[in-house]
């Protein structure tokens, strides 16, 4: 009973930096996504995807870059780490269209930290 | 867009106190509407969602909502709280049209003394 599984944990990341966090789900979930939250400001969603080789953005996905080669895989690339992407992120699954209601189920989240 | 506003950031409540956390989101459409608990240390788990039929739902942990179509609300409940309860939570909502897509409140912690 895997879940979402996040990698790694912890990181500090130097500015300019690249880096890339890891999200799977043994689910079958359609549906993942990457939220980063930031305190008092909730979660914000960064990409989403609604199936393999489909993806969107979300509200705050600047300087993020996501792919979904598989339907177990939604990996999150920091291009080039800046101080203001300190945050915790989290992925998230959900079954998908086709009368879903939309449930989350949450990794345990990266807390990522740009010096 | 939708969002969704909660409206106390911090609540300090003793053991046995009643709770309410209100929960307002504006989208003139169908909606899903969860409710998320992040104890310390771990990730958001659902405590409740609502989607369809009784507006009263009832969730883990003796919690439960009202979602009030009219005043777009989904406001949380619990009669008497625990020391346990001491955790953030998140008001949610997702368009029907597209469930997985959420968009989250602020949140609010809540401190349980005993």
């Known amino acids: 009973n895997a879940g979402v599984t996040q990698t790694p944990k912890f990181q500090v990341l130097k500015t300019g930096q690249s880096m890339t966090l890891q999200c799977a789900q043994d689910?079958?979930?359609?549906?993942m996504s990457w939220y980063r939250q930031d305190p008092g400001m909730g979660l914000r969603l960064i990409h989403y995807?609604?199936?393999?080789?489909?993806?969107d953005q979300g509200e705050v996905p600047n300087g993020y870059n996501v792919s979904r080669s598989t339907t177990e895989d939604f990996p999150l690339r920091l291009l080039s780490a800046a101080p203001s992407q300190t945050s915790v992120y989290f992925c998230?699954?959900?079954?998908?269209?086709?009368?879903?209601?939309?449930?989350?189920?949450f990794g345990e989240g990266s807390r990522l930290t740009v010096l | 867009a939708q969002s969704v506003s909660q409206h106390n950031h911090h609540v300090i409540l003793s053991e046995a106190a009643s709770l309410e956390l209100g929960c307002n989101y504006s989208?003139?459409?169908?909606?899903?509407l969860f409710w998320y608990v992040q104890y310390p240390g771990q990730h958001l788990q659902l405590l409740l969602k609502?989607?369809?039929?009784?507006?009263l739902v009832k969730g883990i942990k003796g919690f439960e909502a009202e979602f009030i179509k009219s005043k777009f609300s989904f406001n949380l409940r619990k009669p008497s709280v625990q020391w346990s309860d001491t955790a953030e939570y998140f008001c949610?909502?997702?368009?029907?049209?597209?469930?997985?897509?959420?968009?989250f409140g602020d949140g609010t912690t809540l401190t349980v003394k005993p």
């Open positions: 998230a699954s959900s079954y998908g269209a086709g009368g879903d209601t939309g449930e989350l189920f």
């Open positions: 689910m079958n979930h359609e549906y």
């Open positions: 995807s609604v199936g393999a080789g489909i993806t």
């Open positions: 989208y003139g459409g169908t909606v899903n």
């Open positions: 949610a909502v997702s368009r029907a049209t597209n469930a997985g897509k959420s968009t």
């Open positions: 609502y989607f369809s039929g009784d507006p």
